[in-house]
């Protein structure tokens, strides 16, 4: 048996209680469904889906910023959720975010330099002059010059303001980063940068890396596995090069062919995709599956996730063959 | 193909006193008849204020320093008086934006905001004027329009919202469409529906399109013709697959192979050191040669100009002139 993973996310689901008015009822909404998803120490592993599949929601449980209404999150080992405040304290320092929109995630009256200095305060790694040092060092550990230090975040560009928001992550040695988005709001250009210089960092550093993002063309540069989710629920995980050659999931197959090549759009009647209410008893892709095999069982019964032949997982009655 | 709209040397500055800022630096195109012509570029380029300009949309402190902007028949858009502008925007030439939360009205249900376009535009009943709406929301692929033009923005998804923004461009039958970033706020499948349905439209009714976006992809999926933007300025402009199989210019070579593919993996992408230059400092000579690989004393001293370097494709760089210069 090898070791444990770093993060074991097993069982979870969350559901949420909309209100729709002062005296109506609330309404459940089922964010999360049953997700159970392991990282390995590491490893990258791509989280893919639309917006409300439930992607940031599985961050934030597993972070312990949400707790999870059935399910249990391990990050090495620990329950996240049955920790002690000092115990949580102490993993926060393990495990760290970065998110989509570096400007809204930097106080703008505060020097980055500040930023990145105080959660190594908070978790009292530094101080002193020893201090310093370390936020100079983070500094050129993501290619920033170390006289940017005393600048505010509207003195930077989007691409050193997004260094920054790593470096912060990285200031407190931790041994997972859990990426929200982080290039999707840069330039190509920049974009390119930053996935290398992510690339780099996890060389170095050896961390692992839990990449949500809704672009696949970056999720299959950076990532060594993909786990694809759609209306809460993981409908396909898999090896990036097998699960990009062959999708067994009708919704990663139909994922895959809207990735633009450079192949001109022919022209063919397109109509809304808008997906019929699931139910709660069937398969949550049904009402807009194109996939030849689809029948009464896809209506009534909930396909759960099941290995197939080549090291997969796949949540579909007719994708793929059983192991 | 006919020409249907020239533009010729536009020039528009943002900022007051003696150094405005320019932020679009002299672009000159035309778009045939029924044509799509992609614009790329990265934040700040000049991409959405060159389209905006062909409208006239420029608020202050902005404004339209000198150009041209003339349609098929004749008129010079930019010199045009603001009633017969108005005849043409949304009507004639429309357009759509990137937000369509933002862009449509929260408080008015989406048949009042189409027929209110049409009414504008045309003499026609209320009545009439639903029916006309019933049916574009029927052509842009809105399931149930009968009962979908009761609802109100925030009842639809942002697919279907951005499809709402479509028909109310599509109400007056335009033969120019400026789609600027038209599907960057829709998640990846809805993103390839409404490529799809643009494609279709575009096919169906004749239209010419005028396609911006920082996503080479989607310009990739729809141009003609791609033109790339760097520093307000177009650098290069060739037919999309020519451009994307063989670009000449540094820039549209760097930005095309920076950009991650979902087709292909690779170990490491090519970057393209630094950043875009801000439009109040852009840099003497050439705007990229701080950032290009294969600049010389020529680049850095002289803006080369836009000049034809092949059949159908236009490139500003002196590498044109001496080949041999090229950074491998």
Redesign the interface.
């Known amino acids: 048996m090898t070791e444990h993973p770093l993060v074991s996310i097993t069982g979870v689901s969350k559901v949420f209680l909309t209100r729709r008015g002062l005296f109506q009822a609330g309404r459940e909404h089922r964010a999360l469904d049953d997700v159970t998803l392991h990282v390995r120490r590491g490893e990258t592993v791509g989280l893919v889906g639309e917006s409300g599949s439930g992607k940031t929601t599985i961050a934030r449980i597993l972070l312990g910023l949400l707790a999870p209404t059935t399910g249990s999150v391990q990050f090495d080992g620990i329950d996240v959720h049955a920790a002690n405040s000092m115990t949580l304290r102490a993993l926060r320092r393990r495990m760290q975010l970065v998110f989509q929109d570096a400007t809204g995630s930097l106080n703008p009256r505060v020097t980055v330099g500040d930023a990145i200095r105080e959660p190594v305060m908070v978790h009292g790694l530094h101080t002193g002059a020893a201090l310093a040092d370390h936020v100079a060092a983070l500094f050129e550990d993501v290619g920033l010059d170390p006289a940017l230090t005393s600048k505010y975040p509207h003195e930077l560009s989007g691409g050193q303001r997004q260094r920054v928001a790593i470096a912060r992550a990285l200031s407190v040695q931790p041994e997972l980063l859990v990426l929200d988005e982080p290039v999707s709001a840069l330039d190509v250009s920049i974009q390119a940068q930053v996935l290398n210089l992510l690339a780099d960092l996890r060389e170095r550093h050896g961390l692992t890396y839990l990449f949500i993002a809704h672009d696949l063309a970056v999720v299959r540069h950076l990532c060594d596995a993909v786990v694809v989710m759609y209306r809460g629920r993981i409908v396909e995980t898999g090896d990036r090069t097998a699960l990009f050659a062959d999708p067994k999931h009708p919704y990663t197959a139909a994922l895959l062919s809207t990735v633009p090549g450079s192949e001109r759009l022919e022209s063919r009647p397109a109509r809304s995709d808008e997906a019929g209410d699931a139910g709660a008893s069937g398969c949550p892709y049904v009402g807009v599956c194109g996939h030849p095999e689809r029948d009464a069982r896809c209506r009534t019964e909930r396909p759960v996730l099941r290995p197939t032949a080549s090291a997969r997982q796949v949540a579909c009655h007719h994708g793929g063959n059983d192991v | 193909m006919s020409t249907i709209l020239s533009v010729r040397d536009l020039w528009v500055t943002f900022g007051t006193g003696l150094t405005p800022t320019t932020a679009v630096d002299g672009v000159s195109f035309d778009l045939a008849e029924g044509e799509t012509l992609g614009i790329v570029g ?2 700040g380029s000049g991409k959405s204020v060159t389209a905006l300009s062909l409208l006239r949309l420029i608020d202050a402190p902005g404004r339209i320093g000198s150009g041209s902007v003339v349609d098929y028949r004749g008129r010079n858009l930019l010199t045009l008086p603001a009633a017969a502008l108005r005849e043409i925007r949304g009507a004639e030439i429309a357009m759509v934006f990137q937000d369509p939360a933002g862009s449509l009205n929260p408080v008015l249900r989406i048949g009042e905001q189409i027929t209110e376009t049409i009414r504008a535009h045309r003499t026609v009943g209320r009545r009439a004027a639903r029916d006309r709406a019933i049916e574009l929301l029927d052509l842009v ?3 149930e329009p009968e009962e979908r033009i009761d609802a109100y923005p925030h009842e639809l ?4 919202q951005q ?1 709402v923004m479509l028909a109310i461009a599509l109400s007056c039958e335009p033969t120019i469409l400026i789609a600027d970033e038209p599907t960057t706020a829709l ?11 643009l ?2 439209l ?3 009714l004749g239209m010419a399109m005028i396609v911006i976006s ?1 996503d ?3 310009v ?3 141009a003609d013709r791609t033109a790339i933007m760097y520093g307000g300025q177009f650098v290069e402009v060739a037919p ?2 020519a451009m ?2 063989e670009a000449v210019h540094p820039y549209s070579r ?2 095309i192979d ?6 292909r ?2 170990a ?5 050191p630094g ?2 230059p801000s439009a109040t400092q852009w840099p003497r000579g050439c705007r990229f040669h701080p950032r290009c690989g294969s600049a010389w004393a020529r680049c850095r001293e002289t803006l080369p100009p836009l000049v034809r370097a092949a059949e159908e494709r236009d490139v500003r760089c002196w590498l044109t002139e001496e080949p041999a210069r090229r950074s491998p």
């Open positions: 990265e934040s692929g809105v399931p998804s942002g697919g279907l499809r998640d990846v499948t809805v993103q390839a529906q409404v490529l799809q349905l494609a279709d575009r096919r169906r920082h080479l992809s989607v990739a999926q729809l999309t697959r994307f199989s760097a930005l920076a950009t991650p593919r979902a087709d993996a690779i490491r992408l090519p970057t393209i950043s875009v």
